[in-house]
């Protein structure tokens, strides 16, 4: 979920990531509360004042807020406690925390909050103020992302469901179904493909890949979802997996650049699937430059089909690389967004976050004389 303080991840006055990386080896108090770094190769977010050995530049991205740090699927550090200020802030936000590391499998709900004597509305308040989410969806986002985790390390489902706090069998398929479109048990263990999850400032997304190329890259909300899983599932007789292949770690990595704004190219190889058509509407896609956008009218003209507009528009919607081959750069003849599978909020982001990627136009040459 999006919130209020995500959207200030690509503030304008923010440091650049080369200016925060330089006070991340100073340990620079400065930033304080502003920023924090999220390491790709440990899953773990830190102050910039952390201790720790610091990592390498690649595999740094930085955010403004907890909140943007945890939706990205990143765990807070045990040296330098990012959590711990606010905590120190406000008794009841520590108290919470504290409950929360305590039984970090449980399902906490909003009577549990009852129970603890705080009152519904100034916990959200307080947590949304501190973190940019709230203490129940913090709850959920640890929970899930743990027994996710399990499983990619070759876990068990019983294992997952009690890493991710499930009393239920069924509950815990129902909610991993919810998540990526199947239970555990039918993708559980190795597979000719394999899913991975893949955390990012706008939300978690899901990729499959084979060893040699992408396949799959949704966010996980995309309503199409269970039926893409399902037919690439039907592809290779049900022989998908938990885990990562090489193509998955390559788009982790083109994904941490795009969104800390250091590159809108993807290269990693990808599996297009579709008729010559439809792999003709991608093809001209993939040619919008970041930053620019383009109707169904268009990439209809631009292929040769002015007529097959609403061909195109199918086209654009069968797409299950997101990103990878921009559908979100496509929008109404008069400029209105038009529908998009990530959400159109996740669109309208997309766009302001790829504005900082568009060619400035050249001047134009001053009169002679």
């Not at 501190?130 to 027994?147: I, Q, S, V, Y």
């Not at 019983?158 to 919810?178: H, K, L």
């Not at 597979?191 to 991975?196: C, T």
Request: charged fraction near 20%; hydrophobic fraction near 45%.
């Amino acid at each position: 979920m999006l919130t209020d303080a995500t959207h200030d991840l690509f503030d304008l006055t923010l440091p650049d990531a080369a200016t925060l990386y330089e006070a991340l080896l100073a340990r620079d108090a400065r930033y304080e509360g502003r920023a924090y770094v999220c390491v790709a190769t440990t899953g773990i977010f830190c102050r910039l004042t952390c201790p720790a050995r610091k990592p390498l530049i690649e595999n740094c991205s930085f955010r403004p807020t907890i909140g943007a740090c945890i939706e990205a699927g990143f765990r807070p550090c045990k040296r330098c406690h990012p959590l711990q200020p606010a905590a120190e802030a406000e008794p009841m936000i520590a108290a919470l925390l504290a409950a929360l590391d305590a039984r970090p499998a449980y399902r906490f709900g909003e009577e549990d909050i009852t129970r603890l004597g705080y009152d519904l509305s100034t916990v959200r308040r307080a947590f949304k103020r501190h973190f940019g989410m709230t203490f129940l969806d913090m709850a959920r986002h640890r929970r899930l992302r743990e027994g996710f985790e399990t499983l990619a390390l070759g876990g068990s489902v019983i294992a997952a469901q009690q890493e991710a706090g499930f009393q239920s069998a069924s509950a815990f398929r129902a909610a991993f179904a919810r998540l990526i479109g199947c239970a555990p048990g039918e993708i559980a263990g190795e597979g000719r493909l394999l899913a991975d999850w893949i955390g990012t400032p706008l939300g978690d997304m899901i990729a499959i890949s084979s060893t040699t190329h992408l396949h799959l890259l949704e966010f996980v909300e995309r309503r199409g979802l269970p039926a893409e899983i399902a037919r690439l599932r039907k592809g290779v007789k049900g022989e998908l997996g938990i885990g990562s292949n090489p193509p998955t770690e390559s788009i982790r990595r083109e994904l941490t650049a795009y969104f800390a704004g250091r590159s809108a190219e993807f290269t990693t190889p990808v599996a297009l699937d579709g008729s010559a058509f439809t792999r003709a509407v991608w093809a001209e896609l993939r040619r919008i430059p970041a930053g620019v956008t383009a109707s169904y009218a268009d990439i209809a003209r631009r292929i040769g089909a002015p007529a097959a507009i609403r061909a195109v528009a199918r086209a654009n919607g069968a797409n299950q690389l997101a990103l990878i081959i921009p559908c979100h750069r496509v929008i109404g003849t008069d400029g209105a967004l038009t529908g998009y599978g990530g959400g159109l909020w996740r669109k309208q982001r997309l766009l302001e976050i790829e504005a900082q990627y568009r060619t400035p136009l050249a001047p134009a040459p001053v009169p002679a004389g």
